[in-house]
């Protein structure tokens, strides 16, 4: 075999390991040039191995025949040469940083990106251990607790100003290869809309204000004939009054980090929650609540409260006269739930994935016409996201629909133990 194929042994076994188990994952997570060029550089190595295996394979020929096949071999050698120089560079200008760890993670090989968003630095750093190397950052924590799930949106340790996404993927033979994207202009732009959407809604805040105020002092007896005009209007500027509101908890709860905790006593709010729901139905529904778990939560009575009624309220609207929503408070092996089933319309599973999406509707007409504003499921999702909890939503057409929201046993208070300090 011609020495310069000695000098491709590392990006070699990471083609390898990509062509055995990782090349799929970077598709699927959206490197697809990245990808393309990295299944091109494993296809160059099944074809070094046919290459080897001719050589063995020639060693059975007369010296004349062997002599006629050492010259296309050789020729074939340095073609494909030329290709793994080609690909290892485009490897290591590839934009998403590139870290080839072994089974014990240290570093066996890194392109220049990763250079620039992890601070790697060559030769030094080949061979280090890479949690121990990141050992400040928030990827050290992350490493040592196994890398299971993809980091979004965290400070690059080579520029803390900037932002990265970081996949660990497992391929070959106990082999991983880290994957680092630098997302800072989607994390600046997205920081743009946040600041739009919530300078926006100052704004509008005070000329709806402003109209809603005017249409109240106008009495609909003194013009009978615009009588349905006036309602229509009052009853449209409530609601965009209330779109703002729900718009500046949005914009709130997307920049909060955490939630003043306390105890949110959970037997006055159910009471409260079939209260508003009771007023909202005015007699059409049947309401009940089973809650079988003594126990409360720790978080935001204010948050917690608007999420957990919301559900409640959605059910009201979207469940047709004589239905039946019962309103469940239970534990659970890992904690406790939340739950709120109704006998509703129900949503196909295509449109599951995407309720929390903010103005997502399933069916635009029937949401118009229930009231609501299309923002509700993504407040409920920030705010149980600021209680470390989940919303799982199970529908099925024509069958009602339940909707959950799972706390941890970290979050649970007994009833009638005193308060956290």
């Known amino acids: 075999m011609p020495k310069t194929f000695d000098h491709w042994k590392l990006p070699a076994a990471l083609a390898a390991g990509l062509l055995a188990g990782g090349a799929a994952g970077w598709l699927a997570g959206g490197r697809v040039a990245a990808g393309v060029a990295l299944v091109a550089l494993a296809e160059i190595v099944l074809l070094l191995t046919r290459i080897r295996h001719q050589a063995r394979h020639m060693m059975t020929f007369s010296p004349s025949a062997q002599s006629l096949k050492h010259d296309r071999f050789m020729t074939r ?8 120089r080609d690909l290892r560079s485009a490897a290591g200008s590839l934009p998403d940083a590139v870290v080839l760890l072994d089974n014990e993670q240290h570093v066996r090989w890194f392109n220049h990106a990763a250079e620039d968003l992890l601070g790697l630095r060559r030769p030094q750093d080949r061979g280090a251990h890479l949690d121990e190397r990141l050992s400040t950052t928030e990827l050290a924590g992350w490493l040592k607790e196994g890398a299971h799930e993809p980091l979004n949106d965290v400070a690059a340790p080579g520029h803390p100003n900037r932002h990265i996404n970081v996949t660990l993927l497992p391929f070959g033979r106990r082999q991983r290869l880290l994957l680092a994207r630098d997302i800072s202009h989607l994390t600046r732009l997205e920081q743009i809309r946040r600041d739009f959407v919530a300078n926006v809604s100052h704004e509008l805040r005070t000329p709806l204000t402003v109209i809603h105020g005017y249409l ?15 309602n229509e209007m009052r009853a449209q500027s409530k609601r965009m009054g209330q779109i703002v509101e729900d718009l500046l908890t949005l914009s709130r709860l997307e920049t909060q980090e955490h939630v003043q905790d306390e105890r949110v006593q959970m037997t006055p709010l159910l009471a409260t929650i079939r209260k508003e729901a009771e007023a909202l139905s ?6 009940a ?23 409640v309220s959605n ?4 469940t047709p006269t004589g239905g039946r929503i019962t309103i469940r408070w239970r534990r659970t092996p890992e904690g406790a739930v939340y739950s709120v089933t109704d006998t509703g319309y129900g949503i196909p599973a295509s449109h599951l994935a995407r309720l929390t999406e ?9 949401s118009r016409e229930s009231g609501g504003t299309g923002l509700g499921l993504s407040i409920v999702k920030h705010v149980l996201n600021l ?4 919303l799982e ?3 099925e057409p024509g069958q009602g629909s339940t909707f959950s929201c799972w706390f941890g046993n970290e979050r649970l208070l007994a009833q009638g133990a005193s308060d956290p300090e």
């Open 387 to 390: 209680h470390q909890a989940r």
């Open 289 to 311: 609540i089973e809650a079988t778990a003594d126990v409360d939560l720790l978080g935001s009575v204010k948050d917690l409260h608007s999420a957990l009624s919301n559900l």
């Open 216 to 230: 109240e002092l106008i009495d609909p007896e003194d013009v009978p004939e615009l009588a349905p005009v006036l």
């Open 393 to 395: 939503i199970q529908s």
């Open 315 to 318: 059910a009201v609207r979207y």
């Open 77 to 84: 050698s340095r073609r494909i040469a030329s290709s793994l």
């Open 282 to 287: 005015q007699g059409r529904h049947h309401i």
């Open 358 to 366: 903010r103005f997502y509707r399933v069916s635009s007409s029937r």
